[in-house]
């Protein structure tokens, strides 16, 4: 992304720069999904790719921003009635209100900005969005929020602004993102712990589907309600202490079997089958067993295949080529039905890789994959000039 473009283009439309550049990124996601809801862990890291803004004070009442990539303009107060008509206004207006709601006083500002997290790959560039104002705005006005309570400003702006009841992985990983880490999220306690990835002789890359499949969110709620039903009978058969699946081991999930769904049944496998994985992905890390770590990927996308069923034919197709090309590990990153796989491949596979898989996935449906290299980089901070 070039910074330069970001600040000509608020000098164009502010006159003078002196304002303050802001920076916080996307995020990947290792291991560990559909695990958030039930009370497990997750295993992002921040990358290089993010939003950038130009900010400065202006001493109003108001927020003139305009959004580079968009070319587009909007203004608007601080004041709950003036919710702007512009979505990606909103994440910003959505930010300031939620920092008020708890006390903060952010003056107007005006502000430029522009982002390189591709939009709808799964890199959660709306968090990047949210978190660079919650950052900048903490920073500019001396507010002395601490940076779990900004993840979760902009957690709200998405249920509250957005309408979307996100989990809080994302804004986490933006905020407190360490370069050459992942970081592992007890989603229940909020307990966090850095792992070293530096896997040498390997990359890190995207290949995205480029197609999102309309059964997701209906999907998504069947899937939280097996979990929750499961995580229900095994309280109510002799284990009262448990409050989330995360809680649930096999050998009790089995024990209660003929009481459950089948469906549900192979639900709570998955979910009880990832917090495993997770555990022995943390492990590998630490002590750089990247073998490991691509095999324990291979079976959760397997897991998200069979059992919990939220993959896709395009997904699946990329996967098997993953395997076929000897790629280290290779799995669904995300929600499911579409968007991404997250791939760790040997250097000297990545070529071969590459041009298999965009050729064999276009050959079958008709489009290429988009490919993205990635590298686990800081979180949000303050870009000195």
Request: charged content about 25%.
């Amino acid at each position: 992304m070039d910074i330069d473009i970001i600040k000509k283009q608020f000098r164009d439309k502010f006159g003078d720069f002196g304002g303050e550049l802001y920076t916080s990124p996307g995020r990947v996601n290792l291991i560990g999904e559909h695990t958030d809801y039930n009370g497990g862990f997750v295993f992002p890291g921040a990358i290089d790719k993010g939003m950038v803004a130009v900010i400065r004070k202006n001493g109003t009442g108001k927020v003139r921003a305009w959004s580079v990539d968009l070319q587009d303009y909007a203004e608007f107060t601080m004041e709950e009635s003036d919710l702007p008509k512009a979505s990606w206004a909103r994440y910003i207006f959505g930010v300031c209100r939620e920092i008020i709601k708890r006390g903060g006083n952010p003056g107007g500002f005006d502000t430029a900005f522009a982002g390189d997290v591709p939009m709808g790959a799964g890199m959660s560039s709306s968090a990047a969005l949210e978190s660079t104002y919650a950052f900048a705005l903490n920073d500019m006005f001396f507010l002395g929020i601490d940076k779990f309570e900004l993840a979760r400003i902009g957690q709200a702006t998405e249920h509250n602004y957005v309408g979307v009841k996100c989990g809080i992985m994302d804004q986490f990983a933006s905020l407190f993102g360490k370069e050459g880490n992942l970081i592992r999220l007890d989603t229940r306690s909020m307990e966090y712990k850095y792992f070293p990835f530096h896997p040498q002789g390997y990359k890190l890359v995207l290949f995205d589907t480029a197609v999102k499949h309309e059964l997701a969110s209906s999907a998504y709620n069947k899937r939280r309600e097996s979990c929750e039903n499961a995580t229900r009978i095994v309280r109510e058969n002799g284990h009262p202490e448990v409050e989330f699946l995360r809680d649930v081991s096999m050998d009790m999930l089995y024990a209660v079997k003929e009481k459950l769904p089948a469906e549900d049944f192979k639900r709570a496998g998955y979910v009880i089958g990832e917090t495993t994985r997770v555990l022995a992905v943390s492990d590998a890390l630490e002590r750089d067993d990247y073998e490991t770590v691509g095999h324990m990927m291979y079976r959760t996308h397997y897991g998200m295949r069979d059992l919990y069923e939220v993959s896709c034919p395009e997904l699946d197709f990329l996967n098997d080529i993953a395997k076929e090309c000897g790629v280290t590990g290779s799995r669904v990153m995300g929600g499911g039905f579409g968007g991404c796989t997250i791939n760790l491949v040997k250097e000297h596979l990545y070529g071969g890789f590459l041009i298999k898989a965009k050729e064999q996935f276009a050959r079958r449906f008709g489009h290429k994959p988009k490919v993205y290299d990635v590298v686990i980089s800081d979180g949000a901070r303050r870009i000195s000039q």
